[in-house]
Protein backbone atom coordinates (compact mmCIF):
# COMPACT_ATOMS: atom_id res chain seq x y z
CA UNK A 1 0.00 0.00 0.00
CA UNK A 2 0.81 3.69 -0.19
CA UNK A 3 3.68 4.33 2.10
CA UNK A 4 3.77 8.15 1.27
CA UNK A 5 0.62 8.81 2.63
CA UNK A 6 -0.27 6.27 5.60
CA UNK A 7 -3.39 6.03 7.40
CA UNK A 8 -3.16 8.44 9.57
CA UNK A 9 -6.15 10.86 10.17
CA UNK A 10 -5.87 13.96 9.08
CA UNK A 11 -3.08 12.96 6.42
CA UNK A 12 -6.20 10.69 5.13
CA UNK A 13 -8.64 13.59 5.23
CA UNK A 14 -6.26 15.45 3.08
CA UNK A 15 -6.01 12.72 0.67
CA UNK A 16 -10.00 12.63 -0.13
CA UNK A 17 -10.10 16.23 -0.26
CA UNK A 18 -7.24 16.48 -2.48
CA UNK A 19 -8.52 14.00 -4.67
CA UNK A 20 -12.49 15.09 -4.51
CA UNK A 21 -10.78 18.73 -5.71
CA UNK A 22 -8.58 17.52 -8.50
CA UNK A 23 -11.32 14.79 -9.99
CA UNK A 24 -13.83 17.68 -9.84
CA UNK A 25 -11.34 19.09 -11.84
CA UNK A 26 -10.95 16.51 -14.15
CA UNK A 27 -14.70 15.98 -14.64
CA UNK A 28 -15.92 19.88 -14.47
CA UNK A 29 -15.41 20.25 -18.14
CA UNK A 30 -17.57 17.04 -18.90
CA UNK A 31 -20.58 18.11 -16.92
CA UNK A 32 -20.07 21.69 -18.39
CA UNK A 33 -20.48 19.88 -21.43
CA UNK A 34 -23.58 17.99 -20.81
CA UNK A 35 -25.24 21.14 -19.20
CA UNK A 36 -24.83 23.06 -22.29
CA UNK A 37 -26.24 20.04 -24.46
CA UNK A 38 -29.22 19.86 -22.50
CA UNK A 39 -30.37 23.54 -22.97
CA UNK A 40 -32.22 25.01 -25.47
CA UNK A 41 -30.10 26.99 -28.17
CA UNK A 42 -32.30 30.18 -27.94
CA UNK A 43 -31.49 30.15 -24.10
CA UNK A 44 -27.28 30.00 -24.83
CA UNK A 45 -28.26 32.63 -27.14
CA UNK A 46 -28.77 34.47 -24.66
CA UNK A 47 -26.81 34.02 -21.90
CA UNK A 48 -24.66 30.61 -21.36
CA UNK A 49 -24.89 31.07 -17.51
CA UNK A 50 -28.95 29.68 -17.92
CA UNK A 51 -27.21 26.43 -18.32
CA UNK A 52 -26.95 25.94 -14.21
CA UNK A 53 -30.35 25.76 -13.89
CA UNK A 54 -33.77 24.07 -14.94
CA UNK A 55 -35.45 23.69 -17.91
CA UNK A 56 -33.60 21.12 -19.18
CA UNK A 57 -34.84 19.89 -22.58
CA UNK A 58 -33.49 16.62 -24.97
CA UNK A 59 -34.67 18.96 -27.98
CA UNK A 60 -31.00 18.94 -29.04
CA UNK A 61 -30.33 14.98 -28.99
CA UNK A 62 -33.97 14.78 -31.10
CA UNK A 63 -32.15 17.02 -33.98
CA UNK A 64 -29.13 15.03 -33.72
CA UNK A 65 -31.15 11.84 -34.20
CA UNK A 66 -32.75 13.25 -37.32
CA UNK A 67 -29.53 14.57 -39.40
CA UNK A 68 -28.06 11.47 -40.89
CA UNK A 69 -24.71 12.77 -41.27
CA UNK A 70 -23.47 12.01 -37.98
CA UNK A 71 -24.58 8.63 -38.21
CA UNK A 72 -22.85 8.21 -41.49
CA UNK A 73 -19.75 9.23 -39.66
CA UNK A 74 -20.19 7.22 -36.82
CA UNK A 75 -20.78 4.26 -39.59
CA UNK A 76 -17.76 5.51 -41.14
CA UNK A 77 -15.41 5.80 -37.58
CA UNK A 78 -16.50 1.68 -36.51
CA UNK A 79 -15.76 0.68 -40.04
CA UNK A 80 -12.16 2.34 -40.23
CA UNK A 81 -11.37 1.58 -36.80
CA UNK A 82 -12.59 -2.09 -36.32
CA UNK A 83 -10.84 -2.76 -39.61
CA UNK A 84 -7.87 -1.15 -38.97
CA UNK A 85 -7.79 -3.02 -35.63
CA UNK A 86 -8.58 -6.50 -37.40
CA UNK A 87 -5.23 -5.94 -40.12
CA UNK A 88 -3.06 -4.65 -37.83
CA UNK A 89 -3.85 -7.83 -35.27
CA UNK A 90 -3.36 -9.92 -38.45
CA UNK A 91 -0.28 -8.79 -39.30
CA UNK A 92 1.68 -7.86 -36.10
CA UNK A 93 0.69 -11.59 -35.20
CA UNK A 94 2.32 -13.01 -38.30
CA UNK A 95 5.29 -10.76 -38.35
CA UNK A 96 5.52 -10.69 -34.81
CA UNK A 97 5.82 -15.02 -34.91
CA UNK A 98 8.29 -15.22 -37.94
CA UNK A 99 11.10 -12.30 -36.51
CA UNK A 100 10.88 -14.40 -32.88
CA UNK A 101 10.53 -18.04 -34.32
CA UNK A 102 11.82 -18.53 -37.82
CA UNK A 103 15.05 -18.56 -39.53
CA UNK A 104 15.28 -16.47 -42.62
CA UNK A 105 17.98 -14.30 -44.50
CA UNK A 106 18.94 -10.53 -42.98
CA UNK A 107 15.80 -11.42 -40.11
CA UNK A 108 17.62 -9.18 -37.40
CA UNK A 109 18.71 -6.51 -39.95
CA UNK A 110 15.24 -6.00 -41.24
CA UNK A 111 13.68 -6.48 -37.18
CA UNK A 112 16.26 -3.24 -36.52
CA UNK A 113 14.85 -1.56 -39.45
CA UNK A 114 11.17 -2.30 -38.35
CA UNK A 115 12.32 -0.54 -35.00
CA UNK A 116 13.58 2.24 -36.43
CA UNK A 117 10.14 2.98 -37.77
CA UNK A 118 8.86 3.25 -34.36
CA UNK A 119 11.01 7.03 -34.46
CA UNK A 120 9.59 8.39 -37.80
CA UNK A 121 6.41 10.92 -37.09
CA UNK A 122 3.64 10.89 -39.22
CA UNK A 123 4.75 14.29 -40.18
CA UNK A 124 7.98 13.10 -41.96
CA UNK A 125 6.10 11.09 -44.44
CA UNK A 126 1.82 12.67 -44.51
CA UNK A 127 3.05 14.91 -47.33
CA UNK A 128 4.82 12.25 -50.20
CA UNK A 129 1.91 9.69 -48.48
CA UNK A 130 -1.20 12.11 -49.74
CA UNK A 131 0.52 12.29 -53.07
CA UNK A 132 1.04 9.11 -53.30
CA UNK A 133 -2.52 7.81 -52.33
CA UNK A 134 -3.62 10.73 -54.96
CA UNK A 135 -1.63 9.26 -57.82
CA UNK A 136 -3.67 5.67 -56.88
CA UNK A 137 -6.97 7.71 -56.46
CA UNK A 138 -7.06 6.27 -52.52
CA UNK A 139 -8.71 9.50 -51.26
CA UNK A 140 -11.85 9.74 -50.15
CA UNK A 141 -12.30 6.00 -49.85
CA UNK A 142 -12.01 3.13 -46.77
CA UNK A 143 -9.04 2.14 -48.39
CA UNK A 144 -7.50 5.42 -47.78
CA UNK A 145 -8.36 5.79 -44.72
CA UNK A 146 -7.63 2.49 -43.36
CA UNK A 147 -4.06 1.37 -45.17
CA UNK A 148 -1.82 4.06 -42.97
CA UNK A 149 -2.87 2.90 -39.66
CA UNK A 150 -1.38 -0.85 -41.18
CA UNK A 151 2.18 0.45 -41.27
CA UNK A 152 2.53 1.05 -37.85
CA UNK A 153 5.57 -0.82 -36.48
CA UNK A 154 4.40 -0.59 -32.54
CA UNK A 155 2.39 -3.78 -33.09
CA UNK A 156 5.02 -6.22 -34.36
CA UNK A 157 7.42 -4.83 -31.84
CA UNK A 158 4.89 -5.62 -28.98
CA UNK A 159 4.20 -9.51 -30.52
CA UNK A 160 7.48 -10.53 -31.46
CA UNK A 161 8.42 -9.73 -27.81
CA UNK A 162 5.13 -11.75 -26.54
CA UNK A 163 6.05 -14.75 -28.90
CA UNK A 164 9.86 -14.63 -27.66
CA UNK A 165 8.86 -15.07 -23.85
CA UNK A 166 6.53 -18.15 -24.87
CA UNK A 167 8.57 -21.38 -24.09
CA UNK A 168 10.38 -22.65 -26.73
CA UNK A 169 9.82 -26.01 -25.95
CA UNK A 170 6.17 -25.75 -26.73
CA UNK A 171 6.46 -25.58 -30.55
CA UNK A 172 9.50 -27.57 -30.85
CA UNK A 173 7.44 -30.52 -29.47
CA UNK A 174 4.64 -29.49 -32.29
CA UNK A 175 7.32 -29.51 -34.88
CA UNK A 176 8.39 -32.80 -34.08
CA UNK A 177 4.89 -34.25 -34.37
CA UNK A 178 5.57 -33.07 -38.09
CA UNK A 179 3.07 -30.16 -38.03
CA UNK A 180 3.13 -27.34 -40.28
CA UNK A 181 4.69 -23.71 -38.90
CA UNK A 182 1.21 -22.57 -39.92
CA UNK A 183 -0.87 -25.02 -37.96
CA UNK A 184 1.83 -24.17 -35.05
CA UNK A 185 1.17 -20.63 -35.13
CA UNK A 186 -2.46 -21.75 -35.26
CA UNK A 187 -2.82 -23.92 -33.02
CA UNK A 188 -0.74 -24.01 -30.64
CA UNK A 189 0.92 -20.57 -30.11
CA UNK A 190 -1.82 -17.93 -30.57
CA UNK A 191 -3.85 -19.06 -28.16
CA UNK A 192 -1.35 -18.13 -25.91
CA UNK A 193 -0.99 -14.50 -27.14
CA UNK A 194 -4.60 -13.67 -26.19
CA UNK A 195 -3.82 -11.54 -23.70
CA UNK A 196 -1.75 -9.09 -26.06
CA UNK A 197 -4.14 -9.16 -28.99
CA UNK A 198 -6.58 -7.72 -26.22
CA UNK A 199 -3.92 -5.12 -25.83
CA UNK A 200 -2.62 -4.27 -29.03
CA UNK A 201 -5.84 -4.51 -30.50
CA UNK A 202 -7.86 -1.57 -28.06
CA UNK A 203 -5.46 0.67 -28.01
CA UNK A 204 -4.96 0.39 -32.15
CA UNK A 205 -8.94 0.87 -31.86
CA UNK A 206 -8.64 3.61 -30.03
CA UNK A 207 -5.19 5.40 -32.33
CA UNK A 208 -7.73 4.30 -35.27
CA UNK A 209 -11.00 5.72 -33.54
CA UNK A 210 -9.31 8.94 -32.66
CA UNK A 211 -6.95 9.90 -35.42
CA UNK A 212 -7.09 13.28 -36.89
CA UNK A 213 -4.56 14.42 -39.42
CA UNK A 214 -4.79 11.79 -42.14
CA UNK A 215 -8.59 11.11 -42.19
CA UNK A 216 -8.51 15.14 -42.34
CA UNK A 217 -6.38 15.29 -45.85
CA UNK A 218 -8.07 12.39 -47.32
CA UNK A 219 -11.57 12.43 -46.88
CA UNK A 220 -12.59 15.86 -48.14
CA UNK A 221 -16.32 14.64 -49.11
CA UNK A 222 -18.36 15.17 -45.66
CA UNK A 223 -19.88 11.38 -46.72
CA UNK A 224 -16.29 10.04 -46.17
CA UNK A 225 -15.49 12.11 -43.06
CA UNK A 226 -14.80 9.98 -39.50
CA UNK A 227 -16.50 11.09 -36.30
CA UNK A 228 -13.49 12.83 -35.58
CA UNK A 229 -13.38 14.95 -38.55
CA UNK A 230 -16.79 15.66 -38.91
CA UNK A 231 -17.39 17.49 -35.42
CA UNK A 232 -14.17 19.13 -36.44
CA UNK A 233 -15.89 20.58 -39.70
CA UNK A 234 -18.95 21.72 -37.76
CA UNK A 235 -16.38 23.09 -35.15
CA UNK A 236 -14.59 24.93 -38.05
CA UNK A 237 -17.71 27.05 -38.45
CA UNK A 238 -17.79 28.10 -34.94
CA UNK A 239 -18.99 31.47 -35.91
CA UNK A 240 -21.98 30.65 -37.56
CA UNK A 241 -23.00 27.43 -36.02
CA UNK A 242 -26.27 26.44 -35.89
CA UNK A 243 -26.32 26.42 -31.63
CA UNK A 244 -23.92 25.74 -29.35
CA UNK A 245 -26.42 23.57 -27.63
CA UNK A 246 -26.25 21.53 -30.30
CA UNK A 247 -22.56 21.72 -30.99
CA UNK A 248 -22.09 20.21 -27.45
CA UNK A 249 -24.65 17.56 -28.27
CA UNK A 250 -22.44 16.48 -30.88
CA UNK A 251 -19.51 16.33 -28.45
CA UNK A 252 -21.71 14.25 -26.06
CA UNK A 253 -22.86 12.10 -29.05
CA UNK A 254 -19.11 11.77 -30.06
CA UNK A 255 -18.15 10.61 -27.02
CA UNK A 256 -20.23 8.39 -25.88
CA UNK A 257 -19.50 4.94 -28.41
CA UNK A 258 -15.47 5.55 -26.98
CA UNK A 259 -16.69 6.37 -23.26
CA UNK A 260 -18.94 2.53 -23.53
CA UNK A 261 -15.82 0.97 -25.23
CA UNK A 262 -13.38 2.36 -22.58
CA UNK A 263 -15.59 1.31 -19.79
CA UNK A 264 -16.12 -2.11 -21.45
CA UNK A 265 -12.20 -2.43 -22.39
CA UNK A 266 -10.75 -0.75 -19.34
CA UNK A 267 -9.57 -4.19 -17.67
CA UNK A 268 -7.31 -4.24 -20.94
CA UNK A 269 -6.31 -1.48 -20.95
CA UNK A 270 -5.69 -0.82 -17.85
CA UNK A 271 -3.41 -4.36 -17.82
CA UNK A 272 -1.90 -2.49 -20.88
CA UNK A 273 0.12 -0.41 -19.34
CA UNK A 274 0.48 -1.87 -16.13
CA UNK A 275 1.53 -5.60 -16.90
CA UNK A 276 -0.69 -7.76 -14.73
CA UNK A 277 0.39 -5.00 -11.90
CA UNK A 278 -2.61 -2.83 -11.29
CA UNK A 279 -5.77 -4.92 -10.51
CA UNK B 1 15.11 -25.37 -58.48
CA UNK B 2 15.51 -24.21 -54.50
CA UNK B 3 17.43 -26.31 -52.05
CA UNK B 4 15.12 -27.72 -49.35
CA UNK B 5 16.48 -25.16 -46.57
CA UNK B 6 16.44 -22.18 -49.49
CA UNK B 7 12.71 -22.76 -49.57
CA UNK B 8 12.45 -23.21 -46.18
CA UNK B 9 13.69 -20.03 -45.35
CA UNK B 10 11.34 -18.91 -48.30
CA UNK B 11 8.33 -19.81 -46.27
CA UNK B 12 9.69 -18.71 -42.89
CA UNK B 13 10.44 -15.53 -44.89
CA UNK B 14 6.58 -15.26 -45.79
CA UNK B 15 5.24 -14.81 -42.25
CA UNK B 16 6.88 -11.39 -41.72
CA UNK B 17 6.23 -10.46 -45.65
CA UNK B 18 2.74 -8.82 -45.83
CA UNK B 19 3.76 -6.79 -43.08
CA UNK B 20 7.24 -5.53 -44.93
CA UNK B 21 5.31 -4.41 -47.47
CA UNK B 22 2.86 -2.28 -46.11
CA UNK B 23 5.74 -0.70 -43.77
CA UNK B 24 8.02 -0.25 -46.91
CA UNK B 25 5.62 1.18 -49.03
CA UNK B 26 3.81 3.49 -46.09
CA UNK B 27 6.44 4.16 -44.35
CA UNK B 28 9.96 4.08 -45.70
CA UNK B 29 9.36 4.90 -49.05
CA UNK B 30 7.16 7.89 -48.09
CA UNK B 31 9.92 9.01 -45.66
CA UNK B 32 12.94 8.80 -48.12
CA UNK B 33 10.86 10.27 -51.47
CA UNK B 34 10.25 13.06 -48.65
CA UNK B 35 13.67 13.43 -47.81
CA UNK B 36 14.05 14.14 -51.97
CA UNK B 37 10.76 16.41 -52.29
CA UNK B 38 12.41 19.05 -49.87
CA UNK B 39 15.26 19.50 -52.09
CA UNK B 40 12.63 20.64 -54.87
CA UNK B 41 10.19 23.20 -55.67
CA UNK B 42 7.11 21.62 -55.94
CA UNK B 43 3.78 21.98 -56.30
CA UNK B 44 0.84 19.66 -56.42
CA UNK B 45 0.39 20.13 -60.25
CA UNK B 46 3.52 18.61 -61.19
CA UNK B 47 5.57 21.10 -61.72
CA UNK B 48 9.15 20.22 -59.79
CA UNK B 49 12.30 21.85 -59.60
CA UNK B 50 15.45 20.89 -58.16
CA UNK B 51 16.80 23.46 -55.64
CA UNK B 52 19.43 21.87 -53.74
CA UNK B 53 18.89 23.02 -49.92
CA UNK B 54 16.89 26.21 -50.54
CA UNK B 55 13.59 24.87 -49.10
CA UNK B 56 16.15 24.58 -46.08
CA UNK B 57 17.52 28.35 -45.98
CA UNK B 58 14.43 30.01 -46.58
CA UNK B 59 12.98 28.11 -43.67
CA UNK B 60 15.76 29.38 -41.73
CA UNK B 61 14.82 32.82 -42.49
CA UNK B 62 11.27 32.62 -42.84
CA UNK B 63 9.80 34.47 -39.51
CA UNK B 64 6.70 32.70 -39.78
CA UNK B 65 8.56 29.33 -39.49
CA UNK B 66 11.08 30.38 -36.89
CA UNK B 67 8.07 32.09 -34.83
CA UNK B 68 6.59 28.45 -34.83
CA UNK B 69 9.52 26.65 -33.72
CA UNK B 70 10.00 29.25 -30.80
CA UNK B 71 5.99 28.40 -30.10
CA UNK B 72 6.60 24.80 -30.22
CA UNK B 73 9.59 24.55 -28.17
CA UNK B 74 8.10 26.90 -25.64
CA UNK B 75 5.04 24.40 -25.63
CA UNK B 76 6.86 21.85 -24.95
CA UNK B 77 8.76 23.47 -22.04
CA UNK B 78 4.87 24.21 -20.57
CA UNK B 79 3.82 20.59 -21.07
CA UNK B 80 6.98 18.27 -20.20
CA UNK B 81 7.40 19.05 -16.75
CA UNK B 82 4.06 19.21 -15.97
CA UNK B 83 3.37 15.80 -17.68
CA UNK B 84 5.78 14.25 -15.98
CA UNK B 85 5.54 15.60 -12.25
CA UNK B 86 1.00 16.06 -11.80
CA UNK B 87 0.58 12.61 -12.52
CA UNK B 88 3.47 11.08 -10.47
CA UNK B 89 1.33 12.33 -7.49
CA UNK B 90 -1.30 11.11 -9.22
CA UNK B 91 0.07 7.97 -9.25
CA UNK B 92 1.40 8.29 -5.68
CA UNK B 93 -2.17 9.33 -4.20
CA UNK B 94 -3.85 6.35 -5.84
CA UNK B 95 -1.54 3.20 -5.34
CA UNK B 96 -3.93 1.47 -3.17
CA UNK B 97 -5.54 -1.75 -3.71
CA UNK B 98 -9.11 0.50 -2.65
CA UNK B 99 -12.24 0.71 -5.06
CA UNK B 100 -12.09 4.54 -4.30
CA UNK B 101 -8.58 4.21 -5.87
CA UNK B 102 -9.86 2.49 -8.88
CA UNK B 103 -12.51 4.66 -9.33
CA UNK B 104 -10.54 7.73 -9.37
CA UNK B 105 -8.21 5.95 -11.79
CA UNK B 106 -10.65 5.72 -14.39
CA UNK B 107 -11.68 9.47 -13.82
CA UNK B 108 -8.38 10.36 -14.32
CA UNK B 109 -7.47 8.17 -17.52
CA UNK B 110 -11.66 8.70 -19.02
CA UNK B 111 -10.17 12.15 -20.79
CA UNK B 112 -7.30 10.09 -22.75
CA UNK B 113 -9.84 8.24 -24.41
CA UNK B 114 -11.44 11.43 -26.07
CA UNK B 115 -10.53 12.52 -29.29
CA UNK B 116 -8.91 16.06 -29.94
CA UNK B 117 -11.77 17.01 -31.60
CA UNK B 118 -14.20 16.48 -28.71
CA UNK B 119 -11.21 17.91 -26.18
CA UNK B 120 -10.89 21.08 -28.39
CA UNK B 121 -15.15 21.46 -28.47
CA UNK B 122 -15.30 21.12 -24.66
CA UNK B 123 -12.60 23.56 -24.05
CA UNK B 124 -13.17 26.12 -26.06
CA UNK B 125 -16.63 26.10 -24.15
CA UNK B 126 -14.41 26.40 -20.41
CA UNK B 127 -12.57 28.93 -21.38
CA UNK B 128 -13.96 31.62 -24.16
CA UNK B 129 -14.18 35.01 -22.51
CA UNK B 130 -17.76 35.66 -23.69
CA UNK B 131 -20.27 32.86 -22.03
CA UNK B 132 -17.37 29.98 -20.71
CA UNK B 133 -17.53 28.30 -18.08
CA UNK B 134 -14.57 29.44 -16.22
CA UNK B 135 -15.77 33.25 -17.17
CA UNK B 136 -19.11 32.65 -16.05
CA UNK B 137 -17.86 31.26 -12.54
CA UNK B 138 -15.07 34.24 -11.79
CA UNK B 139 -17.97 36.43 -13.31
CA UNK B 140 -20.08 35.49 -10.40
CA UNK B 141 -17.76 37.18 -8.11
CA UNK B 142 -17.42 40.27 -9.93
CA UNK B 143 -13.71 39.39 -12.14
CA UNK B 144 -13.75 40.13 -16.06
CA UNK B 145 -13.47 37.77 -18.19
CA UNK B 146 -9.74 36.29 -19.15
CA UNK B 147 -9.02 36.28 -22.81
CA UNK B 148 -7.25 33.33 -22.43
CA UNK B 149 -7.80 32.19 -26.22
CA UNK B 150 -7.09 35.59 -27.55
CA UNK B 151 -4.60 37.51 -25.56
CA UNK B 152 -1.08 36.13 -27.27
CA UNK B 153 0.60 35.97 -23.95
CA UNK B 154 -1.91 33.62 -22.85
CA UNK B 155 -2.68 31.46 -25.74
CA UNK B 156 -0.17 28.63 -25.32
CA UNK B 157 -0.41 28.35 -21.62
CA UNK B 158 -4.29 27.58 -22.59
CA UNK B 159 -3.14 25.31 -24.96
CA UNK B 160 -0.48 23.30 -22.04
CA UNK B 161 -3.60 23.19 -19.88
CA UNK B 162 -5.98 21.63 -22.20
CA UNK B 163 -3.47 19.35 -23.22
CA UNK B 164 -2.38 18.28 -19.63
CA UNK B 165 -5.91 17.77 -18.77
CA UNK B 166 -6.30 15.35 -22.11
CA UNK B 167 -2.68 13.51 -21.84
CA UNK B 168 -2.04 12.86 -18.26
CA UNK B 169 -3.66 9.55 -17.90
CA UNK B 170 -1.26 7.50 -19.61
CA UNK B 171 1.74 8.63 -17.65
CA UNK B 172 -0.42 7.90 -14.42
CA UNK B 173 -0.85 4.50 -15.65
CA UNK B 174 2.51 4.32 -16.35
CA UNK B 175 3.83 5.36 -13.27
CA UNK B 176 1.23 3.10 -11.30
CA UNK B 177 2.63 0.18 -12.75
CA UNK B 178 6.42 1.22 -11.97
CA UNK B 179 5.45 1.54 -8.48
CA UNK B 180 4.07 -1.70 -8.31
CA UNK B 181 7.25 -2.67 -8.84
CA UNK B 182 8.91 -1.09 -6.12
CA UNK B 183 10.16 -3.89 -3.30
CA UNK B 184 7.31 -2.52 -0.56
CA UNK B 185 9.79 -4.12 2.13
CA UNK B 186 12.17 -1.04 1.67
CA UNK B 187 9.12 1.45 3.00
CA UNK B 188 8.75 -0.71 6.12
CA UNK B 189 12.41 -0.38 6.67
CA UNK B 190 11.67 3.43 6.37
CA UNK B 191 8.65 3.21 8.39
CA UNK B 192 10.79 1.98 11.13
CA UNK B 193 13.23 4.84 11.26
CA UNK B 194 10.58 7.31 10.98
CA UNK B 195 11.51 8.50 7.75
CA UNK B 196 9.54 11.40 6.57
CA UNK B 197 7.46 10.60 3.59
CA UNK B 198 9.21 13.48 1.49
CA UNK B 199 12.11 11.72 2.16
CA UNK B 200 11.13 8.43 1.54
CA UNK B 201 10.14 9.90 -2.00
CA UNK B 202 13.15 11.23 -2.47
CA UNK B 203 15.37 9.01 -1.43
CA UNK B 204 13.50 5.46 -2.40
CA UNK B 205 10.63 6.11 -4.88
CA UNK B 206 12.19 8.11 -7.58
CA UNK B 207 15.28 5.86 -7.80
CA UNK B 208 13.27 3.13 -8.12
CA UNK B 209 11.12 4.51 -10.33
CA UNK B 210 13.92 7.11 -12.35
CA UNK B 211 13.48 4.59 -15.72
CA UNK B 212 9.95 5.12 -16.27
CA UNK B 213 10.33 8.87 -15.36
CA UNK B 214 13.20 9.05 -18.59
CA UNK B 215 10.77 7.13 -20.34
CA UNK B 216 7.55 9.25 -19.78
CA UNK B 217 9.55 12.28 -20.23
CA UNK B 218 10.83 11.04 -23.56
CA UNK B 219 7.42 9.70 -24.64
CA UNK B 220 6.03 12.99 -24.17
CA UNK B 221 8.32 15.27 -25.83
CA UNK B 222 7.67 13.00 -28.74
CA UNK B 223 4.08 13.17 -28.63
CA UNK B 224 4.02 17.24 -27.49
CA UNK B 225 6.48 18.59 -30.63
CA UNK B 226 3.73 17.37 -32.90
CA UNK B 227 0.64 19.74 -31.35
CA UNK B 228 -1.62 20.17 -34.07
CA UNK B 229 -5.19 20.07 -33.21
CA UNK B 230 -5.74 22.02 -30.19
CA UNK B 231 -4.75 25.00 -32.00
CA UNK B 232 -5.79 23.88 -35.35
CA UNK B 233 -9.50 23.51 -33.79
CA UNK B 234 -9.41 26.18 -31.30
CA UNK B 235 -7.67 29.40 -32.46
CA UNK B 236 -6.34 28.57 -36.21
CA UNK B 237 -2.99 29.30 -34.50
CA UNK B 238 -4.04 33.18 -33.75
CA UNK B 239 -4.12 35.60 -32.30
CA UNK B 240 -0.91 36.72 -34.96
CA UNK B 241 0.78 33.66 -34.53
CA UNK B 242 1.01 33.14 -31.34
CA UNK B 243 -0.52 29.58 -31.10
CA UNK B 244 0.72 28.21 -34.60
CA UNK B 245 3.08 24.81 -33.57
CA UNK B 246 5.27 23.73 -36.58
CA UNK B 247 3.00 20.47 -37.43
CA UNK B 248 0.40 23.69 -38.08
CA UNK B 249 2.88 25.54 -40.60
CA UNK B 250 3.52 22.15 -42.37
CA UNK B 251 -0.43 21.51 -43.00
CA UNK B 252 -0.81 25.59 -43.66
CA UNK B 253 1.77 25.13 -46.24
CA UNK B 254 1.79 21.79 -47.54
CA UNK B 255 -2.14 21.01 -47.74
CA UNK B 256 -3.51 25.26 -48.02
CA UNK B 257 -0.91 26.82 -50.01
CA UNK B 258 0.40 23.50 -51.87
CA UNK B 259 3.58 24.30 -51.34
CA UNK B 260 4.75 20.89 -51.02
CA UNK B 261 8.73 21.07 -51.50
CA UNK B 262 8.68 23.69 -48.97
CA UNK B 263 6.28 21.46 -46.57
CA UNK B 264 8.88 18.49 -46.93
CA UNK B 265 11.75 20.67 -45.92
CA UNK B 266 9.86 22.00 -42.56
CA UNK B 267 8.88 18.23 -41.86
CA UNK B 268 12.22 16.80 -41.97
CA UNK B 269 13.40 19.51 -39.54
CA UNK B 270 10.68 18.38 -37.32
CA UNK B 271 11.72 14.99 -37.91
CA UNK B 272 15.04 15.62 -36.84
CA UNK B 273 14.38 18.17 -33.56
CA UNK B 274 12.52 14.80 -32.73
CA UNK B 275 14.68 12.79 -33.55
CA UNK B 276 17.61 14.45 -31.63
CA UNK B 277 15.95 15.34 -28.36
CA UNK B 278 15.33 11.39 -27.98
CA UNK B 279 18.55 10.84 -28.59
CA UNK B 280 19.82 13.27 -26.28
CA UNK B 281 17.49 12.44 -23.41
CA UNK B 282 18.15 8.54 -24.15
CA UNK B 283 21.84 9.20 -23.56
CA UNK B 284 21.88 11.24 -20.78
CA UNK B 285 19.47 8.70 -19.34
CA UNK B 286 21.92 5.65 -19.99
CA UNK B 287 25.15 7.86 -18.79
CA UNK B 288 23.35 8.65 -15.36
CA UNK B 289 22.81 4.76 -15.30
CA UNK B 290 25.82 3.86 -15.80
CA UNK B 291 27.72 5.77 -13.36
CA UNK B 292 25.26 5.34 -10.81
CA UNK B 293 26.69 1.50 -11.13
Redesign the interface.
Known amino acids: ??????HMGWRHSL?WL??IA??LI?????I??LM?SLKSNSE?LR???NA?HLPYTLENYAAILKSSGVFRWLFNSVLVAGLTTIGVL???S??G???AR????F?DV?FV??LF?L??????????????FAGLGLHNSYPGLI??G??A?FG?FLMTQYFKAIPKELDEAAMLDNAS?LKV?WKVLLPLTLPAQATLGIFTF?AA??D??WPL?SATRPEMFT???G??SS??N?AQTSG?GY??T??VF??VP??I??VFF?KY??RA???Q??? | MMSPKARR?????L??A???C??L???????I??MG?SLFKAD?FGGASFVGFENYSRLLQDPVFLQAVGNTFYFVALTVPALAIIPLF?A??????TR?AAF????????S??????V???????LMSD???VA?II?FFGFDPIPFLSDPNLVMISMSIITV?WCLG?PM??Y??AL??VPQDI?EA??LDNTP??K??THI?LPAISRTVVLVVIMQC?LQ??L??QPQ?ITQGGPNGASRPI?LF??EV??RRWD?GY??AA??I??AI??MV?LAQYFVASRREGRGR
Open positions: MSKPFGWALLGMVAPLWTLLSTTFTLSLAYGFLEFPRLVVGAIPEQAVIITRHQMLPLAPVRFLWNYWILTVIAQIFLLMQAASILVYQIVVAGAVR | EFGNFFVPYLVFWLLIWPLSGLLLLMLNRATFRGVFFSSVLSVTITLIWRMVGGFNGWLMLLSQQYAAWWQLTVFQFGLVIFGFIAASQLFILT
